[in-house]
């Protein structure tokens, strides 16, 4: 599907739009019908920067940060405007269905569903498979899309009357962004590449892809808990002024004087600081993992490298040399970067790595034998000091 194709489909929607707007046309003002246009034209804008950076136009690319951009447009930023767009009249008809609609977009149910749909496209299995499949890539897109409006319409709703009460509003916006927020933090504070398909720009430097997770992690977790905790402090003071108004519209039936604070109002401000002290805790980094490391250091891999030693072990340099063809007691390494990848069927390079150095014995290059390399570096490496010999090994050109 080319950029066109998408172009021609969405021509195709703001007509069917217009048609419907024409309709309802004399239930508003013209400046309204001309706002709800205005946002809709912005939507139309936002789904087009889903689809069009595909992994099919992009290529190598396609970075996993883009992904979570656009997962976030889907979930987020499009159905808001969508919902701008679309005047509460125009949906009107479906009040007649009142009763499953309700069912259909209740909180439980739409917060179940879509959580299991957004951590379900992550599972790696999944998502590698839509980043090579152009089509299921487009039932992925489309099903995030889908989602994102059943996901904010408990809150949103262009029909007021399907919306949550205001209490359960709060605890779902909460809620919902659990999953999110943590498959963030775990993108950001895992220090294993999750997805290692090829189409993730891991052929030109595992390194990088590292960091690309990391970015993409930060783009979900904190941009998604930001809107997340915006969302909650509007449907608060939502609340708190509807409430306000009911009780004063009470108290002048009662002839009575407003005591000031009721005690409802009070215990709505202490809901709210209690869920936003937890989400705060919940979105410190600290929180979630303080000792693993955030990135993979090439430059602290090549000084591990050269050291004659590395604490009771022996050191690379003394078996290996980065000079082409030059063979100590070990290969030489001089063109790692490039061969990794093409010595065990199935595993990337950062996976080659990996293994050879943790498991030196599960694959022995043309030449030399098993036992030969040091066999014991799983038991003196940290994580964080193979990450960076592996980084380290990637940049070798
Ligand atoms: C005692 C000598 C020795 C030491 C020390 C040693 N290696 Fe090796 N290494 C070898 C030998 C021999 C092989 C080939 C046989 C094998 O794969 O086990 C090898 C293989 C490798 C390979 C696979 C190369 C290829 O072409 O597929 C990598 C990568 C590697 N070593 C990295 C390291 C790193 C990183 C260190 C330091 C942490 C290290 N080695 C320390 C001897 C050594």
């Given at each position: 599907m080319t950029a066109v194709n998408l172009f021609i489909i969405f021509l195709a929607v703001l007509g069917i739009y217009a048609i419907l707007m024409s309709r309802i046309a004399d239930q508003m003002t013209p400046s309204q019908q001309g706002r709800h246009l205005v946002w809709f034209t912005l939507e139309m804008v936002v789904v087009l920067a889903i689809f069009i950076p595909s992994p099919d136009l992009l290529g190598?690319?396609?970075?996993?940060?883009?992904?979570?951009?656009?997962?976030?447009?889907?979930?987020?930023?499009?159905?808001?405007?969508?919902?701008?767009?679309?005047p509460g009249q125009m949906l009107r008809p479906l009040l007649k269905w009142d009763k499953l609609g309700r069912f259909l977009t209740s909180a439980v149910l739409v917060g179940f569903v879509c959580s299991v749909i957004m951590v379900g496209w992550h599972v790696p299995a999944l998502f590698e498979t839509a980043s090579r499949n152009f089509p299921i890539w487009i039932l992925k897109e489309l099903m995030l899309l889908v989602s994102g409006l059943l996901l904010w319409w408990p809150v949103d709703g262009p029909l007021r009357e399907w919306r949550s009460a205001y209490p359960i509003q709060l605890l779902y916006l909460f809620l919902i962004r659990v999953p999110m927020v943590i498959l963030g933090a775990f993108f950001t504070f895992a220090n294993i590449l999750i997805y290692t398909s090829r189409s993730f720009a891991l052929e030109i430097c595992a390194p990088s892809?590292?960091?690309d997770q990391q970015a993409g992690g930060l783009v979900m977790g904190v941009v998604s808990g930001f809107i997340g905790l915006a969302a909650l402090t509007i449907v608060f003071f939502n609340w708190l002024k509807e409430s306000n108004q009911?009780?004063?519209?009470?108290?002048?039936?009662?002839?009575?004087?407003?005591?000031?604070?009721?005690?409802?109002n009070i215990f709505v401000v202490a809901l709210f600081f209690v869920m936003v002290l937890t989400a705060i805790r919940l979105f410190n980094p600290d929180h979630t993992s303080s000792d693993i490391p955030l990135t993979s250091d090439p430059a602290a891999g090549e000084v591990l490298f050269n050291q004659g030693t590395i604490d009771s072990a022996p050191g690379c340099v003394l078996c290996h040399t980065i000079q082409p063809n030059q063979v100590k007691f070990g290969p030489s390494l001089a063109d790692i970067a490039r061969t990794a990848?093409?010595?065990?069927k199935g595993q990337t390079a950062e996976q080659y790595l990996r293994s050879s150095i943790l498991d030196p014995n599960a694959y022995i290059p043309e030449g030399f034998n098993p036992n030969q390399m040091y066999q014991k570096y799983k038991d003196v490496l940290s994580d964080k000091q193979v990450n960076d010999l592996i980084a380290?090994?990637?940049?070798?050109n």
């Open positions: 190598p690319d396609y970075r996993f940060t883009v992904s979570m951009g656009q997962l976030l447009f889907a979930v987020d930023l499009g159905p808001l405007l969508l919902f701008q767009g679309i892809s590292i960091s009911a009780d004063l519209k009470r108290n002048i039936l009662k002839k009575e004087n407003s005591s000031g604070v009721s005690s409802k990848e093409t010595r065990v380290y090994l990637l940049s070798l």
